[in-house]
């Protein structure tokens, strides 16, 4: 396969994995870490998402990574899924609220792992979208800044490096704060870069 091709297929998986991720029960990490939030309730009535829509952001930790964002399509600006990120014990550890065309009882079927340093037990093939720390294990490397932790796509099962970056609005071009969401294959380095706006939790917990 040319050169060129195989790049656009990896890509592409590494895309999806950004952009959609999936458990029964909320997973421990995540039910203790300050600002716990329960995943979505259909029958919440969220707010519409705009991702320039200036907003106050309603939970900070001690790090500015930590909050509520959402994974857009890169070229239409649609909401594809909401997440909640959030530091425990000094690791980062992100889990999805609310996706496209998911609901609470949508399995991760896909996802059999195994996979490196995956802090939860029990098989996630059998577990929800909603609730188990699909992104996990970063470090910090410095105010807004970790690395070397991991996304998994719980829709295809595939499993990336992962590297996250906190980037301040800057009234132009920007309305919101963001985040640089790198992803790439793992003993490789291609990947690509996604940038996830800021959200309120009724934002992050209402994707349809």
């Not at 029958?43 to 939970?59: C, K, L, V």
Request: hydrophobic share 35%.
């Amino acid at each position: 396969m040319h050169i060129k091709k195989i790049t656009a297929v990896l890509a592409a998986a590494i895309c999806a994995a950004l952009l959609y991720a999936a458990s029964s029960e909320p997973y421990n990490y995540y039910e203790s870490a300050p600002g716990y939030a329960e995943p979505f309730n259909s029958n919440d009535d969220a707010s519409t998402f705009h991702r320039n829509t200036p907003i106050e952001r309603e939970y900070q930790g001690s790090d500015p990574v930590e909050g509520y964002w959402i994974a857009t399509n890169q070229r239409t600006g649609e909401a594809l899924c909401g997440w909640h990120i959030f530091v425990k014990d000094g690791i980062l550890y992100g889990v999805i609220l609310s996706a496209k065309d998911a609901t609470n009882e949508s399995i991760a079927f896909r996802a059999k792992g195994p996979y490196p340093d995956f802090p939860e037990k029990g098989k996630l093939d059998k577990k929800p979208i909603f609730g188990p720390t699909w992104i996990y294990g970063l470090k910090n490397a410095g105010t807004g800044r970790w690395k070397k932790g991991y996304i998994i796509n719980p829709d295809d099962g595939n499993c990336f490096r992962c590297k996250i970056t906190f980037c301040k609005a800057d009234g132009k071009r920007y309305k919101r704060d963001y985040i640089k969401m790198r992803g790439s294959l793992r003993g490789v380095g291609i990947g690509i870069t996604q940038l996830w706006p800021a959200a309120t939790k009724a934002e992050a917990s209402g994707i349809r």
